[in-house]
């Protein structure tokens, strides 16, 4: 090689030169730029692991307090001790605070001569009887281990003292009153009209029984009101002795025929007797996953034998009425602690005797304590079309509606006041047959549950079923041949309990002051975590920018040094067109 030329290596991002080369300075100023910038860099660095801590224990901090909750409710939510105020509460509500009402309102037939004839009825309504509902539970036995309490229940309803002033609605139940439960009014008869229906079923006997039924109407003072009775309400809803139809049991049973008739009928039971009861029984702890759910229901254990409505041919038809009949649920006073937004629920309904889902409808708060509000779904009132297993409870007519027949021995159906989510056809051949001028709304009518989600409880809840028979012609029966076919409203039956203010206060002290700072936790350390995550990117791409600046300018010094030092590198873009090459001779 000639002497005098140079060998300029080339780094990545400084050049170096092999003899004589660059200064210390532009050698050393990454070195530099580590010790100047070095705290700056250890700031940003502990400012974004502080905002990384800071938001992931605001994420987590909901989900801590929310076990923490959950472990106190559940040490308290359990009915293995019988002197604790859970147990109390649950043995004998009204005891301890909760106040249960129901409320019903019926029907009066105000055209019983046309109707007879034929003529569409023309009903009104009568109302409210509202009575306190006080649920007994006593003679407690427990398991072995505990987890099972089995009791005897009694229910009965007292009439509310208040008087209705002049006017009231019938349906106005805010006003916790009643009329007298001796007011008389028209209506069908529920056990006559189910025992005609069910003459059809005697083969060769049901001539003669017609015969013989129509033989002892024609000797009543009354005739048509073996159809049509005028009775009070007291009788109509909690039962009366039809003396026909206890001439009409004895003349079957001659002919060694049972089950046909019932000369004693009552829509609600009014029991007093404390030992005219079976055992029910439910799990204790809430700890198992099943707190309150039933293992037996009025000697019943797992299951009940009222749904066999389906065909048993194929496993399937089997399979449908295990499931009507198993017990699923809790009572419907609570439910297992820690329900999730969206979660369906059960409850058991002995009024109906069947089990039933709930669907979670809305978030509301009630006493300054947010609950889930939970609602009857309208599948549950499916027919075979929409839902082949609701052949099990022998809903093979329109939807919208519980076949009871086989529940209470009478083509009773029970439906949401009038007729909600059912089909239209319930309502026809019903006159004046309406709530009034604000119609019907769900709001008012339909059944829910507010429940405080990390308790389980119901803090408040309306029931409301309202009963209506299905009435058709009977054939050759004298007062039964121009019956219009229509489903004739009986009465509502509303149910409606509350927790009160200063129970539900000392579950918002507890309960509601955790979730608040649960909820402070969450959002205080995520938006205080966010903040500074975004301080430290801010501040890291400050620095990344005034390095590369820095870096920027340090090429430009770099380049006019060589330059100056070395006509190798300062060669004209002439020069280099020529031919000339660095490190060559021309020669």
């Not at 002197?83 to 909760?98: E, H, K, R």
Request: aromatic share 12%.
């Amino acid at each position: 090689m000639a002497s005098g030329t140079r060998n300029v290596v080339w780094g990545k991002s400084h050049p170096t030169i092999s003899q004589g080369g660059l200064n210390d300075d532009v050698i050393e100023r990454p070195k530099k730029w580590l010790t100047e910038h070095f705290w700056r860099k250890l700031a940003i660095a502990f400012c974004a692991v502080l905002g990384l801590t800071f938001f992931i224990t605001g994420l987590t901090s909901k989900t801590i307090v929310d076990g923490l909750i959950m472990e106190q409710v559940k040490a308290q939510a359990k009915l293995d001790d019988p002197t604790s105020d859970v147990f109390q509460q649950w043995a004998d509500p009204m005891a301890n605070g909760l106040i249960l009402y129901m409320q019903i309102t019926v029907w009066n037939l105000t055209n019983p001569t046309e109707y007879l004839k034929g003529a569409s009825p023309e009903l009104d309504m009568v109302g409210p009887f509202t009575f306190y509902e006080n649920r007994l539970k006593h003679s407690f036995q427990f398991s072995e281990d505990k987890s099972i309490v089995w009791y005897k229940e009694n229910v009965s309803y007292v009439p509310v003292e208040r008087q209705c002033p002049p006017g009231t609605h019938p349906l106005n139940y805010s006003a916790l009153c009643t009329i007298p439960l001796s007011t008389k009014i028209y209506s069908v008869n529920i056990p006559f009209i189910t025992a005609i229906n069910l003459l059809r079923f005697l083969g060769p006997l049901e001539n003669g029984m017609i015969e013989w039924l129509n033989n002892q109407i024609k000797k009543e003072e009354r005739p048509e009101e073996t159809i049509v009775i005028h009775r009070n309400v007291s009788e109509v809803v909690f039962g009366y002795h039809d003396p026909l139809l206890e001439l009409l049991d004895n003349e079957l049973k001659l002919s060694n025929i049972t089950n046909v008739t019932n000369p004693n009928f009552s829509l609600l039971t009014n029991n007093s007797l404390l030992d005219a009861m079976n055992y029910s029984g439910v799990h204790t702890r809430s700890s198992e996953g099943n707190f309150g759910e039933y293992v037996a229901w009025q000697g019943f254990n797992g299951s009940v034998p009222y749904w066999t409505g389906c065909s048993e041919i194929d496993n399937l038809g089997r399979v449908w009425n295990a499931d009507a009949n198993y017990l699923q649920g809790t009572e419907g006073l609570f439910f297992q602690p820690g329900i999730k937004k969206g979660q369906s629920l059960y409850s058991f309904t002995g009024d109906l005797g069947r089990s039933g889902s709930l669907s979670y409808n809305s978030t509301t708060t009630y006493n300054d304590v947010e609950v889930f509000r939970y609602i009857i779904p309208p599948e549950d009132f499916a027919n075979v079309e929409e839902s082949p297993s609701a052949c099990a409870y022998s809903n093979f007519g329109m939807s919208g509606s519980l076949n009871m027949t086989t529940f209470v021995g009478a083509p009773v159906f029970a439906t949401k006041p009038f007729f909600l989510d059912a089909d239209p056809r319930y309502s026809e051949n019903l006159t004046n047959f309406s709530p009034g001028p604000g119609g019907v709304t769900r709001e008012e009518f339909d059944t829910f549950l507010d429940i405080e989600p990390y308790s389980g409880t119901v803090l408040n809840a309306q029931k409301q079923i309202q009963s209506a028979l299905h009435v058709q012609p009977a054939k050759h029966v004298t007062v039964a041949e121009k019956l219009p076919y229509s489903y004739f409203p009986i009465m509502i039956n509303a149910e409606r309990g509350s927790i009160p203010r200063n129970i539900t206060q000392q579950l918002a002290d507890t309960i509601g002051t955790a979730v608040s700072y649960g909820g402070y936790y969450f959002y205080g350390g995520t938006t205080v975590g966010a903040l500074l995550i975004v301080l430290a990117l801010v501040l890291g791409f400050r620095l990344h920018r005034q390095l590369n600046g820095l870096e920027a300018e340090e090429n430009t010094e770099n380049g006019t040094s060589l330059s100056a030092s070395s006509p190798l590198l300062g060669q004209t873009r002439d020069q280099s067109q020529s031919g000339y090459l660095p490190g060559t001779n021309s020669n």
